[in-house]
């Protein structure tokens, strides 16, 4: 471990045994993270401008946002220790705050205004003042108390955007109005009640109109309504009440999402945040709603922190930065600055329940990973969850969530637009790559190589062991809009994808399976019908045609296209396009292993293509696997067997 963190007790096997941290090592991390902003703070501590990629809203919103995001995190460790920290740390922030709100100060924070930045700094502001009001805010001068009250009432009456967004002028306002300060309660209804929109069954909302399904909705739609709830003393009535259900509905699904390693699947936006994905669980802790037994709590949380301080978060500066385990700026957003990292302090919630709590006494229980393999079913977002316990490696299947407005422009964001996800590997995102779109994708090639797009993305079912959903791609070259059908079937670590193509039957196509990425470029190995990438520590990505292939399989190769490592590799199938007239599909999957009937007459199964998809920390024998996995095509209808398992129909109905 980075030396800020070797003189911790020796670690604590019996309360502990799957990570080796205790509430020791949390307050390590805080203060290690808190230490390290501090040569990066102005002379008054009102700004924090660390080193990194600007974003769209400039270098003093940044320090603005530096301040924040890294005062959240005092104010829980403030707070979590009743005062008793170091008293340097309590007057950075005062000191910050005073400098902050003086137009005169030299240090002073852009003004709230509509749909600014600013709005969603001054929530982690209002949450820490709340939380380390003893020790802070009440021992401000008066004159303090109003330049701080002035800079919030920006809020009151404000507009901000639709979405997440709503619940910072929520906690905002309820923070002027636990002061004493003029505040709308029009303006905090309004949000609480707009959210209601948003709601959509068994724990899950989405970030506003459309199919955003992603972290923020533990991060961000379940946190605030209950740090609203804490902040207005309504933690056990009303709306709390309902925000309480909510939560320990989603949290009885959310451990799924981590791996053995302790890693959270990598999908969606704001990646960078890393460990705030661990906010709902200790949420659930706090507001005594979580179904999950404290000792999970705990070993969910405390596996995901370690999983980032052991591989590069924090640097060696003790910085978090804009990336994954290490800077990677084609993993985040351009509204993001070298701060925004530092939404972490989420992770850190925890430290407000006391050190006696059961969270942090009782012994560690296992993630659902590491009990046996799992499969879970999500058919709100239209997720499969797919665990296997003896790689430890959890894959997310998306026949669901596309982060696209209902109506209108639609884009494929490859952290939304791909049909796998895990928390092993991480899409390509470079913008060299994107533009070749192979991974996680099924795709209609025009002459040129240029890729159909997967967009707006309309699930159809999601139960058991299978999902499908259908999009329409855009033939490139053309305005055709084809529509195509895809089902996903689910057996142990195995992934058949089946994909009906309605039109354009004789257009190219191609499916990639999961990128692995390592330091070194991986090992890649290509066979009749499959092709495999592996990485350094047997980490490999396989696709093995079952039906609708051409025999020959290739691997793409990247750099500096992915989170993972600066070496990655996409093993790939293929069909070339066929002059208009031709027969059936007779490629890879009529003979090897597909079934008596595969391929059969001369449109049976036209446009159909199925593919086995393979991630596993296992040695991946592609050519046994294309023999052992029968996959019968008749008309609009696959048969799938797998090897001591009833056989699995799987209609297509493009």
């Known amino acids: 471990m980075p030396a800020p963190f070797l003189p911790l007790p020796p670690t604590d096997r019996v309360l502990s045994p799957r990570t080796g941290w205790t509430r020791a090592h949390w307050e390590a991390v805080a203060d290690h993270l808190l230490d390290s902003v501090v040569p990066f703070a102005t002379p008054?501590?009102?700004?924090?401008?660390?080193?990194?990629?600007?974003?769209?809203?400039?270098?003093?919103c940044d320090g603005l946002e530096g301040y924040a995001r890294t005062f959240l995190l005092a104010a829980f460790r403030i707070a979590g220790a009743g005062g008793a920290v170091d008293g340097h740390l309590i007057e950075r922030y005062?000191?910050?705050?005073?400098?902050?709100?003086?137009?005169?100060?030299?240090?002073?924070?852009?003004?709230?205004?509509?749909?600014?930045?600013?709005?969603?700094?001054?929530?982690?502001i209002a949450v820490g003042l709340h939380e380390t009001r003893p020790w802070i805010w009440d021992r401000l001068d008066t004159a303090v108390q109003q330049r701080v009250v002035d800079w919030f009432?920006?809020?009151?009456g404000g507009r901000t955007w639709d979405n997440n967004w709503r619940l910072f002028q929520v906690v905002s306002e309820q923070f002027l109005a636990s002061v004493g300060a003029p505040f709308s309660q029009s303006d905090i209804d309004g949000g609480l009640d707009r959210i209601e929109d948003w709601y959509l069954g068994d724990g899950w909302y989405t970030d506003g109109d459309g199919r955003n399904f992603d972290y923020y909705g533990g991060w961000a739609m379940h946190l605030y309504p209950l740090l609203w709830a804490r902040i207005a003393?309504?933690?056990?009535?009303?709306?709390?009440?309902?925000?309480?259900?909510?939560?320990?509905?989603?949290?009885?699904?959310?451990?799924?999402?981590?791996?053995?390693?302790?890693?959270?699947?990598?999908?969606?936006r704001s990646l960078a945040y890393r460990f705030a994905a661990t906010a709902p669980v200790w949420m659930g802790a706090l507001a005594d709603c979580s179904p999950l037994a404290p000792g999970l709590t705990r070993r969910l949380a405390s596996g995901a922190v370690r999983h980032f301080v052991e591989r590069g978060a924090p640097d060696e500066r003790g910085l978090l930065t804009l990336g994954w385990h290490r800077t990677f700026l084609?993993?985040?957003?351009?509204?993001?600055?070298?701060?925004?990292?530092?939404?972490?302090?989420?992770?850190?919630?925890?430290?407000?329940?006391?050190?006696?709590?059961?969270?942090?006494?009782?012994?560690?229980?296992?993630?659902?990973?590491?009990?046996?393999?799992?499969?879970?079913?999500?058919?709100?977002?239209?997720?499969?969850?797919?665990?296997t316990r003896h790689d430890g490696i959890v894959r997310l299947v998306n026949h669901g969530s596309d982060h696209n407005p209902l109506t209108g422009p639609a884009q494929d964001d490859p952290h939304y637009a791909k049909f796998g996800y895990s928390t092993a590997t991480a899409p390509e995102s470079a913008q060299h790559a994107w533009e070749r779109a192979v991974d996680g994708h099924l795709a209609l090639l025009a002459p040129d190589g240029t890729a159909s797009r997967r967009l707006r993305i309309h699930p159809l079912h999601c139960d058991g062991r299978t999902a499908a959903s259908r999009h329409d791609a855009l033939l490139p070259g053309s305005d055709e809009a084809v529509p195509i059908e895809s089902a996903s079937v689910l057996h142990g670590p195995w992934e058949v994808r089946v994909h009906r193509v309605g039109g354009a039957r004789h257009a190219a196509v191609r499916e990639g399976g999961y990128a692995v990425a390592d330091a070194e470029p991986p090992y890649v190995e290509t066979g009749?019908?499959?092709?495999?990438?592996?990485?350094?520590n047997g980490l490999t990505s396989a696709v093995i045609a079952l039906h609708g292939w051409d025999e020959q399989a290739a691997v793409a190769r990247e750099v500096a296209a992915n989170a993972f490592g600066s070496h990655s590799a996409t093993p790939y199938l293929s069909r070339a396009a066929r002059p208009e007239g031709a027969g059936a599909d007779e490629g890879a999957g009529a003979d090897a292993g597909a079934g008596a009937g595969a391929g059969a007459g001369t449109d049976a199964?036209?446009?159909?293509?199925?593919?086995?998809?393979?991630?596993?920390?296992?040695?991946?024998?592609?050519?046994?696997?294309?023999?052992?996995?029968?996959?019968?095509?008749?008309?609009?209808?696959?048969?799938?067997?797998?090897?001591?398992?009833?056989?699995?129909?799987?209609?297509?109905?493009?």
Not at 153 to 156: A, D, E, H, K, N
Not at 370 to 381: F, G, K, N, Q, R
Request: net charge negative; aromatic share 8%.
């Open 605 to 654: 199964g036209a446009g159909v293509h199925v593919t086995l998809v393979v991630l596993s920390q296992d040695t991946v024998d592609p050519g046994a696997l294309r023999q052992a996995i029968r996959c019968e095509v008749r008309g609009d209808r696959v048969r799938l067997s797998f090897p001591g398992a009833d056989p699995v129909e799987v209609p297509t109905r493009s």
């Open 233 to 268: 003393g309504a933690e056990d009535g009303g709306r709390a009440r309902e925000y309480r259900e909510r939560l320990g509905r989603f949290l009885a699904d959310y451990p799924h999402f981590f791996g053995g390693d302790g890693a959270p699947v990598h999908q969606g």
């Open 330 to 387: 084609p993993a985040t957003q351009p509204y993001s600055g070298p701060a925004s990292p530092y939404w972490a302090s989420k992770g850190f919630l925890g430290l407000l329940l006391p050190a006696d709590h059961p969270v942090w006494t009782a012994r560690e229980a296992a993630l659902p990973v590491e009990e046996s393999d799992h499969c879970t079913a999500l058919p709100v977002p239209g997720w499969l969850l797919h665990g």
């Open 44 to 60: 008054d501590f009102a700004q924090y401008r660390l080193p990194g990629r600007n974003s769209w809203s400039g270098v003093v």
């Open 153 to 156: 009432s920006g809020f009151v």
């Open 528 to 536: 009749p019908g499959w092709a495999l990438a592996r990485t350094a």
């Open 94 to 124: 005062a000191r910050g705050l005073a400098a902050g709100t003086d137009p005169s100060s030299g240090e002073a924070w852009p003004v709230l205004t509509d749909c600014s930045q600013q709005m969603v700094e001054a929530a982690s």
